[in-house]
């Protein structure tokens, strides 16, 4: 289960380097993440299984100060996750860690060495839940 308040794509396909379909914003420009104690962070839930992909993807956390974030926007934190773990049902999580964060924050998907043909996620931005 997932909290909606942060949601930032829904059962979408990831094929090519893209942000998600929503930002989150903190309405500050250095929100203290992390600072309660509870690991904050990226939530990757794979709806449809990815295929043809060569090595497998980076997920990224990203962030500006300004709206609309983009794949431009400067990189806070990244993971990369190969193409046999990116199955149906699989839940990633990626920390925020302790760094600042600005304001506005995103999703990056940064297909490595090829487009994917197919592959789906639904990302949200939240404590870690212990199911990841």
Same mark, same amino acid.
């Given at each position: 289960?997932?909290?909606?308040?942060f949601l930032i794509q829904a059962? !979408?396909?990831?094929?090519?380097?893209?942000v998600g379909t929503n930002e989150m914003n903190f309405g500050v420009t250095n929100p203290g993440v992390n600072k309660g104690g509870v690991p904050w962070g990226l939530h990757v839930i794979v709806t449809t299984a990815f295929t043809g992909l060569d090595e497998g993807a980076n997920f990224s956390?990203?962030?500006?100060? !300004?709206a609309t974030v983009s794949t431009a926007s400067e990189v806070h934190t990244s993971m990369f996750i190969p193409v046999d773990?990116?199955?149906?049902?699989?839940?990633?999580?990626?920390p925020a860690c302790s760094r600042t964060m600005l304001q506005y924050v995103g999703m990056l998907f940064d297909a490595l060495s090829t487009a994917a043909s197919a592959g789906k996620t639904t990302c949200y931005f939240g404590p870690a839940n212990g199911g990841e």
């Open positions: 289960m997932f909290d909606y308040l059962d !979408t396909a990831n094929t090519v380097d893209a956390i990203v962030h500006q100060s !300004t773990e990116l199955t149906a049902g699989a839940h990633f999580f990626l």
